[in-house]
């Protein structure tokens, strides 16, 4: 059934730029760092002169983590929205499938697109490191996918908690202004304790484990879509 | 167990405290073209909400193909088709795309898309967007989208809220036709007692949250029984003078009525007016029209 859901959901998304925001992304991270590597080419070469990959690996996933927290706000709200538009819920609530069923397949949808999204930041990076003369045979693949995908793992909550957000209210205004906000605050959430899950996408803890901010967010992600889904399940619908 | 396809039972609904639908028994037989008529505001949508498990109801329980909404919902639900108030459509998609995106949902073959199309006749249109559709075709596309399921009940609230003349005619015609080509039973809100009555063959009137008649098109028509209106000098005289000469009639203080008789007694009634010296002026026949038992059954306040 959840399948028939996501095909429905994969549908309602054509034309509606939002494939276009999944590919923008990534495309942004790895041509601003094309930008970064071209135009201190020798400086960063020299820095990086033992590991040129790592040195790129880490400028990329710096980058992407506010990137990821803006576009999963995004992506929630552009996908909540087009049943927002006419309010289309009516209709699609009552249709023999469950409000859970809706629910997740919205939650399924961003987390299907930023997939998408990061998967593509891990070829753009490759295709960078290629275009910038770093040799191909080196990839550093183990550490490149978990810079990438550990990130994406650890943003759960917050992806649940903008679907969540999205989802409940009509004006999108407050689901992106928290969006936004968010992404700001994360920037600086290293100066918080391991308990801030702003800095978990960071995979920066006091245990030096990625996997213990990983963990974290997969568990307090599966805690927000559960809440988001008992109270779309009690709502009322306009 | 009973032959109603539909069927609440004390359903209420409260508001903020306020009960929006109060007590309400609804009651639909299988083949029924059911006409739920109200002023705006009186409880229409809240109510069909509550039949599709839009809403929760505060009270009552809601029996659809005997089935109870609450518990039964997933199986209820797969066999009702539904359009509530202005029609839902995915602008950016055309016609086709948004009935693929309910298919896919339903389960149903796709074939079904074609048929349903050219139910409502949007088969021409059906590659556009639906953004650039008229109001008309997007009502359209929307009863498309509620038979794609092949419903076996069909609930419409208010299809023609918004249309054109001519588009109020072609979505009624559409929906008197459906009954007879594909076999569902559908209800059908609407404050146009004009329009009802032209497609309705049973009738639950609602006011204020609470349904004040519910019987067949036919009863609501008996009632609209015309009257003979007696134009006359010193009508409260004249009445009395009835009254006392043993016939029915009416005095409300501005006009005198009497219900309809055969045409002897209303000749007797005139002869004796004449014989105690009251000039007659006019005795006019005066057909109560539905709208006005309507009028009579809101307290005058619905708007039509």
Redo the contacts between chains.
Sequence with gaps: MIMRVMAAELLKIRRKMIWFLVVLGPLGVVGLQAVNFGLRYDYLTKQYANDLWGGLINNVTMMMVPTLFMGLAILASMTAGIEHQTNAWKQTLALPITRTQVFTGKFLLSVLLLFCSSTLLIVGTVGLGAALGFDLGDVPYKHLLELIYYPYLAIMPFIALQVWLSVLMHNQAIPLTVGIVGTVFSMFSNRFDDWMPYKWPYLDNAADNPLFSVAAGVVTGIVVLAAGTLNFVRKDVK | MNNWILQTEGLTKKLGGKAVVNDLNLKMEKGDIYGFLGPNGAGKTTTI?ML?????PTQGRIRIFGKDMQKER??V??K?G?L??????????NAI?NL???R????VPKSRIDEVLSVVRLTKDAKRPVKGYSLGMKQRLGIA?ALL?QPELLVLDEPTNGLDPAGILEIRELIKSLPREQGVTILISSHLLSEIEQMATRVGIITKGRMIFQDSIDTLRERAQSKIRIGVSDPEAAWKQLLAGGYQADWDRRKLTIDRAPNETVAAMIASLVKHNFSVYRVEEEGASLEDIFLDLTGGEGSL
């Design positions: 909400r599709l498990g839009l809403a929760k997933m199986a639900l797969r009702v539904s509530v108030e202005y029609p839902s459509y995915y602008g950016h998609l795309e693929e995106a309910v896919r949902l339903l389960g989208t399921g």
